[in-house]
């Protein structure tokens, strides 16, 4: 049996990639039964979440903000606006953008989507104040992460 000492920089339970991958899985896997009844997953809520705070943006703004490639963010639209929730068109101020709008289901969808942080909050059972912290936390790191290293 192997056994890792606790300054060995290869310990599984010290590697920074692990912790998140786990808190990531586990949260989102909170997040499931929460956006079930809107009839959306966490990646559409995502989309949403944008949407309803910026709403007309192009697909690469959109894709800008969410921090995904087209490839990924195309199917989410299209099942998103499948179900009603937006429309994909010409942007009329620049025909090469392709624009993402809500609809007015879209737009209702929001006041629903106002339960979503209580309900999550009260799953993780943390103070406000820690999610708050680990987010500021998380913000960094994800900057740190994106800097060129040229």
């Known amino acids: ?29 909170i997040y499931r039964p929460i956006l079930e009844p809107l009839g959306l997953t966490h990646p559409q809520y995502l989309v949403m979440l944008a949407l309803w705070q910026h709403a007309p943006l192009s697909v690469k703004e959109l894709g ?7 490839a990924t963010l195309s199917p989410l639209l299209k099942r998103l606006e499948a179900i009603g929730y937006l429309e994909r068109g010409r942007d009329s101020a620049d025909e090469r953008q392709l624009a993402v709008t809500l609809t007015d289901t879209g737009r209702a969808l929001r006041e629903r989507a106002l339960d979503v942080p209580p309900a999550v909050i009260e799953q993780l059972g943390l103070p406000v104040e820690d999610l708050e912290a680990l987010h500021a936390h998380l913000t960094k790191v994800i900057t740190a992460a994106r800097k060129d290293p040229a």
Do not use: H, K, T
């Open 64 to 70: 800008r903000l969410l921090a995904l490639e087209p």
């Open 1 to 29: 049996m192997i056994s890792a000492r606790s300054d060995d920089a290869l310990a599984l339970e010290r590697q920074v990639c692990f912790a998140l991958a786990v808190a990531s899985r586990a949260v989102i896997g």
